[in-house]
C-alpha cells in the first residue's frame, strides 16, 4: 500500500506543493535563516550560572566546578589522581613519579 501524500509531507520526504517549485529553496532557505536566528536570540537571553544557582535549578558546587573555584580536596585528589591514570597531568616530577611505578 502506497503511502498518503500528507503522510509524506509531514516526514519531509515529499515537499509541500503550496508553493510554486521555483520558490521552494528559497522558501526552506528563508526557515532555516529565520530558526538559526529564533535560536541565537534563544541562547543569548538564556540565565548564567550564577541566576540558575539562585533559583536552586544549578547547585552551587556544580557551578563552582565549572569553573574551576572547587574547593573540595577530595574531589580535587580525585582528579588528579584520574590525571595520573591517563597521562594527563601536566606536572613533571609527577609523572616521573608515576613512571617509576
Known sequence: MRPEKDDLENRNILKDD????SLQAAK????KEQLADLLEKQVASRPDAA????????LEQEHEHEHG???DHEHKE???EHEHEHGECCD??????????
Open 92 to 101: 613533571h616530577e609527577h609523572k616521573e613519579e608515576a613512571q617509576d611505578d
Open 51 to 58: 541566576e540558575l544557582v539562585e533559583k536552586h535549578i544549578l
Open 69 to 71: 573555584e572547587c574547593c
Open 18 to 21: 503550496s508553493v510554486a517549485p
Open 78 to 80: 580525585e582528579e588528579h
Open 28 to 31: 526552506a532557505s528563508l526557515e
